[in-house]
Protein backbone atom coordinates (compact mmCIF):
# COMPACT_ATOMS: atom_id res chain seq x y z
CA UNK A 1 0.00 0.00 0.00
CA UNK A 2 1.27 3.12 -1.06
CA UNK A 3 2.65 4.98 2.40
CA UNK A 4 1.00 8.39 1.90
CA UNK A 5 -2.52 6.99 1.08
CA UNK A 6 -1.62 5.01 4.33
CA UNK A 7 -0.82 7.86 6.30
CA UNK A 8 -3.62 9.88 5.40
CA UNK A 9 -6.40 6.94 5.86
CA UNK A 10 -4.50 6.77 9.62
CA UNK A 11 -5.18 10.21 9.89
CA UNK A 12 -8.72 10.32 8.93
CA UNK A 13 -9.80 7.39 11.20
CA UNK A 14 -7.93 9.56 13.79
CA UNK A 15 -10.20 12.65 12.91
CA UNK A 16 -13.05 10.45 13.28
CA UNK A 17 -12.60 9.93 16.70
CA UNK A 18 -11.45 13.07 17.57
CA UNK A 19 -15.23 13.77 16.09
CA UNK A 20 -16.86 11.35 18.18
CA UNK A 21 -15.18 12.24 21.61
CA UNK A 22 -16.23 16.05 21.03
CA UNK A 23 -19.22 14.92 20.23
CA UNK A 24 -20.05 13.03 22.97
CA UNK A 25 -18.54 16.39 24.95
CA UNK A 26 -21.29 18.22 23.91
CA UNK A 27 -18.21 20.19 22.30
CA UNK A 28 -19.00 19.74 18.56
CA UNK A 29 -22.12 21.90 18.62
CA UNK A 30 -20.28 24.94 18.69
CA UNK A 31 -21.41 28.79 17.01
CA UNK A 32 -19.71 28.87 13.87
CA UNK A 33 -17.24 31.72 13.90
CA UNK A 34 -17.87 34.69 11.32
CA UNK A 35 -15.58 35.05 8.49
CA UNK A 36 -13.82 37.79 10.67
CA UNK A 37 -12.77 35.69 13.34
CA UNK A 38 -11.46 32.84 10.89
CA UNK A 39 -8.97 35.08 9.31
CA UNK A 40 -7.32 35.88 12.84
CA UNK A 41 -3.01 35.16 12.74
CA UNK A 42 -2.90 34.19 16.36
CA UNK A 43 -1.94 30.55 17.30
CA UNK A 44 -5.37 28.98 17.46
CA UNK A 45 -7.12 31.86 16.85
CA UNK A 46 -6.76 32.45 20.41
CA UNK A 47 -8.10 35.99 19.87
CA UNK A 48 -11.08 35.54 18.28
CA UNK A 49 -12.67 31.89 19.26
CA UNK A 50 -12.82 29.07 21.54
CA UNK A 51 -10.58 26.60 20.97
CA UNK A 52 -13.48 23.67 20.51
CA UNK A 53 -14.15 26.32 17.70
CA UNK A 54 -10.64 26.19 16.54
CA UNK A 55 -10.55 22.42 16.57
CA UNK A 56 -13.76 22.15 14.53
CA UNK A 57 -13.50 24.49 12.15
CA UNK A 58 -9.94 25.26 11.67
CA UNK A 59 -7.62 22.34 12.41
CA UNK A 60 -10.55 19.42 11.20
CA UNK A 61 -11.62 21.39 8.28
CA UNK A 62 -7.64 22.34 7.02
CA UNK A 63 -7.23 18.63 7.54
CA UNK A 64 -10.25 17.41 5.64
CA UNK A 65 -8.98 19.65 2.35
CA UNK A 66 -5.28 18.18 2.46
CA UNK A 67 -6.97 14.57 2.51
CA UNK A 68 -9.21 14.81 0.13
CA UNK A 69 -6.80 16.81 -2.08
CA UNK A 70 -4.35 14.70 -1.74
CA UNK A 71 -1.77 17.04 -0.30
CA UNK A 72 1.20 16.62 1.88
CA UNK A 73 0.39 16.72 5.38
CA UNK A 74 2.28 18.85 8.38
CA UNK A 75 5.13 16.96 9.32
CA UNK A 76 5.05 18.52 13.09
CA UNK A 77 1.93 19.07 15.46
CA UNK A 78 1.95 20.01 18.58
CA UNK A 79 -2.04 20.51 19.56
CA UNK A 80 -2.38 18.35 22.63
CA UNK A 81 -1.20 20.95 25.22
CA UNK A 82 -2.99 23.53 24.03
CA UNK A 83 -5.80 21.45 24.55
CA UNK A 84 -4.77 20.21 28.11
CA UNK A 85 -4.64 24.03 28.78
CA UNK A 86 -8.00 25.16 26.96
CA UNK A 87 -10.39 22.22 28.85
CA UNK A 88 -8.30 22.12 32.20
CA UNK A 89 -11.32 22.37 34.78
CA UNK A 90 -14.82 21.68 32.58
CA UNK A 91 -16.60 19.67 34.37
CA UNK A 92 -18.73 17.10 31.70
CA UNK A 93 -16.18 17.33 29.03
CA UNK A 94 -13.79 14.30 28.04
CA UNK A 95 -10.13 16.05 28.87
CA UNK A 96 -8.64 12.70 28.86
CA UNK A 97 -10.16 11.21 25.41
CA UNK A 98 -9.76 14.77 23.70
CA UNK A 99 -6.01 15.42 24.26
CA UNK A 100 -5.46 11.59 24.04
CA UNK A 101 -6.81 11.57 20.75
CA UNK A 102 -5.19 15.00 19.79
CA UNK A 103 -2.05 13.79 21.09
CA UNK A 104 -2.30 10.44 18.65
CA UNK A 105 -2.60 13.06 16.02
CA UNK A 106 0.36 15.01 17.28
CA UNK A 107 2.78 11.55 17.34
CA UNK A 108 1.36 10.94 13.76
CA UNK A 109 1.78 13.34 11.69
CA UNK A 110 5.09 14.22 13.75
CA UNK A 111 6.74 10.47 12.98
CA UNK A 112 5.60 10.73 9.05
Given at each position: MN??F??HH???D?????????????????????H???????P??I??M??????R????????????????L?????????A??A?????????????G??????????A?
Amino acid sequence: MNQTFSDHHALADLLITLQIRLQQSGLWECEQPSHEALQSQQPFCIDTMSFEQWLRYVMIEKFKYLLQSGSALPNRCHISPMAEEAFKGNIGVDVDGIVGCLDQIDKHLSAQ
